[in-house]
């Protein structure tokens, strides 16, 4: 009894747990790619989406961050605004409209790239956020098999240079949204860093809202699998997730967090083959082992 009270006092019980928080946020997150793909397929455009689900993220999470309503100071306001900004409405909307002009693949990797791109800037401005050897090495082998596991045996490749710039301004984007929860995740709780995320993320979409006006039925909002795919976006892969994602980067550091996004694409192709019938090749399958390989020597250092 006494080693397990000591085991459960542990650092590394508490540091396991806060990784166990960034895989099970980027596990959901990769499977949100096929609940997005049917919602398209039933009607629904992708900001159409992005609204509805951060309303219904924001609803779920206010009853639970209503004690405090503002950031202490103005320009904790203002950042609250950029984490809305870079991690919802700006993000969702590149990446999104990347889509429609370059190919899945291209889009995929590049967004992909964050982890990449957070710890270069990270390591420039924060000493203890640099990476040694080992670190590196992790990190370049995880790269290389999501290369892998997007192209999943389709080795094709298209320059698509307006779509290819979204892509990559999607990937800045979250190592911004990543950046400014490293500065202010110490100063607030997860749940008010959440709310802000999404009520500024919904906040900032609005405006789209006028080029593209809203368009979704009722009847088509009531359809069961219309319903469900809302509510996993919403409650699980929005509300639950954000929530234990600034968590994580708040233990963690932003680095470390964030190189679980290398195992977004593994989920997505899981997922896909899972529920509509996506093929996995070995070259898939080659990636996912140097992903998890990369992964494991990154963090043993």
């Known amino acids: 009894m006494r080693f397990?009270?000591?085991?459960?006092?542990?650092n590394t019980i508490l540091m396991l747990r806060y990784h166990l928080y960034a895989l099970f946020a980027v596990t959901i997150w990769g499977a949100t790619f096929v609940s997005t793909k049917v919602l398209i397929g039933c009607g629904l455009s992708p900001a159409e989406i992005f609204l509805i689900r951060f309303v219904l993220a924001y609803l779920c999470i206010l009853p639970f961050a209503h004690r405090k309503w503002v950031a202490d100071s103005w320009q904790d306001e203002l950042a609250m605004a950029g984490i809305g900004l870079t991690g919802g409405s700006l993000y969702f909307l590149t990446e999104n409209m990347a889509l429609e002009f370059s190919p899945a693949s291209n889009v995929s990797l590049i967004v992909c790239s964050a982890p990449l791109w957070t710890a270069l800037l990270l390591s420039m401005l924060y000493r203890n956020e640099r990476m040694n050897g080992r670190q590196i090495g992790g990190s370049l082998l995880a790269f290389a098999g999501m290369v892998l596991v997007i192209l999943n045996g389709r080795f094709v490749l298209q320059?698509?240079?307006?779509?290819?710039?979204?892509?990559?301004?999607?990937?800045?984007?979250w190592m911004l949204y990543s950046l400014i929860i490293k500065q202010v995740g110490h100063r607030y709780e997860a749940l008010f860093i959440t709310r802000k995320t999404f009520?500024?993320?919904l906040l900032t979409i609005l405006p789209w809202f006028l080029h593209e006006p809203f368009a979704v039925e009722w009847s088509v909002l009531r359809?069961?699998?219309?319903?469900?795919?809302l509510l996993f976006l919403g409650v699980v892969a929005s509300m639950l997730c954000y929530l234990v994602w600034a968590v994580a980067i708040r233990e963690l550091g932003a680095v470390r967090a964030t190189n679980y996004i290398y195992l977004n694409p593994l989920i997505t192709i899981l997922t896909a083959a899972l529920f509509i019938s996506e093929r996995i090749t070995p070259i898939a399958l080659l990636g996912a082992a140097l992903i998890l390989y990369g992964m494991w020597r990154a963090e043993r250092s």
């Open 4 to 10: 397990f009270r000591y085991l459960c006092a542990s």
């Open 159 to 173: 320059l698509a240079p307006k779509g290819d710039l979204l892509a990559l301004s999607a990937a800045l984007l």
């Open 199 to 201: 009520f500024y993320g």
């Open 223 to 229: 359809e069961p699998i219309v319903a469900g795919n």
